[in-house]
């Protein structure tokens, strides 16, 4: 079992910058994927970027390549996405989810554990 907290959600202006994290507790954190997904009001959950369990690969969304970065630190137990030039579409409620997968699956229910979610919000 993995118990996932997401934090650092916030207000940001449209060009600005968020880190979020996503600390992890329970089974070894490093041995699972890391991704971000967001869900925007009346939008589906889409995935944002997921990294590997070791660090070595990730993989962006289309719509966040070159401005979102993900990161991990496994003897922390935290995932981060670091989050630049952001647009108002960024605006979305931001979910950390682990799965124990040698690839970064792009569908959320090949996840096995859920952040409660935080709220970005970006001002034009």
């Known amino acids: 079992q993995v118990h996932l907290v997401e934090s650092g959600g916030g207000l940001v202006q449209t060009g600005g910058s968020l880190r979020l994290s996503c600390a992890a507790s329970g089974r070894a954190f490093s041995t699972y994927a890391v991704a971000w997904f967001r869900q925007a009001p009346g939008k589906e959950r889409e995935f944002v970027v997921g990294i590997s369990w070791s660090g070595n690969s990730a993989y962006y969304a289309d719509s966040v390549k070159g401005r979102f970065t993900i990161s991990r630190d496994n003897a922390k137990n935290t995932a981060y996405l670091q989050m630049n030039s952001r647009k108002p579409e960024d605006t979305a409620v931001y979910y950390c989810?682990?799965?124990?997968?040698?690839?970064?699956?792009?569908?959320?229910?090949?996840?096995?554990?859920w952040g409660q979610g935080t709220q970005v919000t970006v001002s034009s």
């Open positions: 989810a682990a799965c124990v997968r040698v690839a970064i699956p792009i569908l959320g229910n090949e996840y096995d554990y």
